[in-house]
């Protein structure tokens, strides 16, 4: 049966507040267009999304799993949730975005990304749904099909999105939920970037794997402020990794190498006491998990041989990830 295609589209509206709620899309294909001056709020999962021609508007788009294409827009402040992003011919806007994929912008001007930070509750189960993994964030992998100085550039990292004109959503959109735009509370980790210059000369590379691999990663991202005072949480990876770096990496923790089996969630986290703190923090997590298995971390600092810098510094672009 054909659905009708007005459900799935919000378009020449002014000065309004407007959106979806779960359930409302059902992965269908969505449409955002010719719309000023408008707050508008998809919060549930599409096929994929195109937002064309709009003007000073804040759009919230839950997970698309598959791309996402803004075309044609201005002074747009947007939260996207995506498998791919594609941005032409837009001007002066700013987005706090997940993606899987590199982030492609094509003639565009003073585009600027954060990493994506928003929560209501069902949105950790629709992002399972788009088949999106929250540790994968390529925010601010840029590529630029026309690259020139201005065409885009990193938001700053305490750029909240309620200092971008978003508030909760309205009641008739997500009626019974609670919302935040803290980033302390937020389905992605909200993470520095690898994109731009690190806060300190010092890092240290957290591993999770094995049976308290996801609780204790979860853990560690939401209690990381608190625990590991004055560092950022650069960039997070999952996947199965390979023999030659697992062994480049753990080369002095031959216990762990040995225990490793089935993927692995590593952190890159970075401040000038990181190393201690991280160590501290790691070995609580243990202790109030009942884990007797090797330590779950591998630190190592830029005043390191060149071979472990080498491997901090590539974590984008390993094959295991």
């Given at each position: 049966?054909?659905?009708?295609?007005?459900?799935?589209?919000?378009?020449?509206?002014?000065g309004?507040?407007?959106?979806k709620?779960?359930?409302?899309?059902?992965?269908?294909?969505?449409?955002?267009?010719?719309?000023?001056?408008?707050?508008?709020?998809?919060?549930?999962?599409?096929a994929?999304?195109?937002?064309?021609?709009?003007?000073?508007?804040?759009?919230?788009?839950g997970?698309?799993?598959?791309?996402?294409?803004?075309?044609?827009?201005?002074?747009?402040?947007?939260?996207?949730?995506?498998?791919?992003?594609?941005?032409?011919?837009?001007?002066?806007?700013?987005?706090?975005?997940?993606?899987?994929?590199?982030?492609?912008?094509?003639?565009?001007?003073?585009?600027?990304?954060?990493?994506?930070?928003?929560?209501?509750?069902?949105?950790?189960?629709?992002?399972?749904?788009?088949?999106?993994?929250?540790?994968?964030n390529?925010?601010?992998n840029?590529?630029?099909?026309?690259?020139?100085?201005?065409?885009?550039?990193?938001?700053?990292?305490?750029?909240?999105?309620?200092?971008m004109?978003?508030?909760?959503?309205?009641?008739?959109?997500?009626?019974?939920?609670?919302?935040?735009?803290?980033?302390?509370?937020?389905?992605?980790?909200?993470?520095?970037?690898?994109?731009?210059?690190?806060?300190?000369?010092?890092?240290?590379?957290?591993?999770?794997?094995?049976?308290?691999?996801?609780?204790?990663?979860?853990?560690?991202?939401?209690?990381?402020?608190?625990?590991?005072?004055?560092?950022?949480?650069?960039?997070?990876?999952?996947?199965?990794?390979?023999?030659?770096?697992?062994?480049a990496?753990?080369?002095?923790?031959?216990?762990?190498?040995?225990?490793?089996?089935?993927?692995?969630?590593?952190?890159?986290?970075?401040?000038p006491?990181?190393?201690?703190?991280?160590?501290?923090?790691?070995?609580?997590i243990?202790?109030?998990?009942?884990?007797?298995?090797p330590?779950?971390?591998?630190?190592?600092?830029?005043d390191?041989?060149q071979?472990?810098?080498?491997?901090?510094?590539?974590?984008?672009?390993?094959?295991?990830?």
């Amino acid at each position: 049966v054909r659905k009708d295609p007005s459900l799935y589209t919000i378009a020449n509206r002014t000065g309004e507040v407007v959106g979806k709620p779960p359930g409302a899309v059902d992965g269908q294909q969505f449409t955002v267009e010719n719309c000023k001056d408008c707050d508008i709020f998809v919060c549930d999962v599409s096929a994929t999304v195109s937002i064309d021609n709009c003007t000073n508007c804040r759009i919230f788009i839950g997970p698309v799993e598959g791309s996402i294409f803004v075309r044609n827009c201005t002074d747009v402040h947007a939260i996207i949730a995506c498998q791919q992003f594609r941005s032409r011919d837009c001007e002066n806007c700013d987005i706090l975005l997940y993606c899987a994929t590199q982030p492609i912008v094509e003639t565009s001007t003073n585009i600027r990304f954060g990493c994506f930070q928003f929560f209501y509750p069902s949105l950790t189960p629709q992002f399972q749904q788009a088949k999106l993994n929250p540790w994968q964030n390529q925010w601010d992998n840029i590529y630029d099909f026309s690259p020139a100085p201005g065409n885009w550039s990193l938001l700053p990292t305490n750029l909240s999105p309620a200092e971008m004109g978003f508030k909760a959503f309205p009641e008739n959109i997500v009626q019974v939920e609670s919302t935040t735009t803290s980033d302390t509370h937020t389905v992605v980790p909200v993470t520095w970037g690898a994109g731009r210059d690190k806060p300190s000369n010092r890092s240290i590379l957290v591993m999770f794997f094995g049976r308290f691999k996801d609780k204790a990663a979860n853990m560690f991202v939401d209690e990381f402020r608190d625990k590991v005072p004055g560092s950022m949480l650069i960039r997070t990876r999952e996947g199965a990794l390979a023999a030659p770096q697992l062994h480049a990496i753990l080369e002095e923790h031959p216990d762990t190498l040995a225990s490793i089996n089935g993927p692995a969630l590593v952190m890159e986290v970075n401040g000038p006491e990181c190393i201690p703190h991280v160590t501290g923090f790691m070995a609580e997590i243990r202790t109030r998990l009942g884990a007797r298995d090797p330590e779950r971390f591998c630190p190592f600092s830029s005043d390191f041989d060149q071979g472990r810098k080498d491997i901090a510094s590539s974590l984008d672009h390993l094959s295991f990830f």
